[in-house]
């Protein structure tokens, strides 16, 4: 997902994330940073696995830290599941048989991928926990899953497990983990990560290449379906991808997956394409963002707005009139622009709308084009 600074990636993302949630799915999203990459050589990419599973959501539990509900839900339904099946008199030794095998009829499956044994022998664990209602090794299974032990000693130790999760395998889990959660009863996981303009911002060529490469992983298994239930969407500014120096398009096999073919062009949108391109919003639109915001407003601060439609039109037209609004402005500058305008008119009761509109001294938020482009040369010494 493309889009300038202040487009709306990260509200869009949020609110796809919403959208799934309700419909069944579990969304883990994480932003980018220096210290959070796809791949690293200071564990840079395992961070970014730990923040995606802490960030791990559901319907019923969408703030986050939702791994201990799925599994505890898991083994609820399998035992919900085998109730029904040999009825509520069974004896009780037979029915935590049934119970075992059920589980281990549904963790096999994941047997046969990559680290899919230790996942499911991890599983299993959590599972023992659970019925012996000990705590302790419920939250050393679960420091597991997050990517906590720094050494398989560590592991070896604690759970008598000789893999650990990595930088170089932590991919791996994620899709394990989408098998898993279609187990367990929902619809698939989507994987949310924002901020991709941190990885054209590494200093290291080669390490910008492992990035892109791994960014090229993901692309095919998702394509060639080797990574079942998984769906992955990335946001990023159009410099980060398009820049053939250090961009995503600087890597070949990335650029020739992702280009738009012949026929694609501003005009026309493609919503099936490997890129979408977030559109800047038009007068009309803008018109009616800042209606609701006048609105919400006035809702939170309870008082009663005196901005009129006209007003409005007023305000949208000054902010399409600045020099290269047609192509640069975004409805974070305008947003600032408006809630400041609330704010003082709110605060200076005494203050009309034409009055500040008429204000020399009043400026406008100026765009965040500058700063990206300055940042082409942030790591160029002399």
Known sequence: MVGRYGSGKSFLLQTIRTHVMDRGFVVIDADLSPERRLMGTKGQGLATYKELIQNMSTKTKPDGQALP????????????????EIGENADKKEFSKKVKSKIFENISRLEGMVHGFDFAKVINMYYEAYEESD??????????FRGEYSTKTEAKNELGINIIITDDNWYEYVKLFAIFLVNA?????????????????????????????????????????????????????????????????????????LTEGKFASEDTVNLLSPIIRLKRLTPDEMFILTEKLRDIHSDLHEYKSELTQDDLMQ????????????????????????IELLDILYQ??????????????????????TEEENREFEDFEV
């Open 69 to 84: 509900l799925i599994l505890e839900k898991w083994i609820s339904g399998i035992k919900t599941q085998v109730m029904q």
């Open 315 to 338: 305000f949208i037209k000054i902010e399409y009139e600045r020099v290269g609004a047609n192509t640069n402005i975004t409805p974070r500058e305008v947003i600032r622009d408006f």
């Open 348 to 369: 200076n009761p005494n203050k009309t709308f034409a009055d500040i509109i008429g204000n020399e001294k009043f400026e406008f938020a100026k765009g965040d084009n």
């Open 185 to 257: 009863g929902y619809k698939g996981m989507l994987m949310l990560i924002d901020e991709l303009v941190n990885l054209y911002r590494i200093p290291s060529s080669v390490t910008r290449q492992y990035n892109y490469e791994k960014i090229l992983m993901m692309y095919n298994d998702t394509l060639q379906g080797k990574a079942k239930y998984l769906g992955i969407i990335m946001g990023g500014t159009p410099q980060c991808v398009e820049d053939t120096r250090k961009g995503i398009f600087s890597y070949d096999a990335l650029r020739s997956r």
């Open 135 to 144: 705590d302790e090794k419920k939250s050393k299974v679960l420091k597991w």
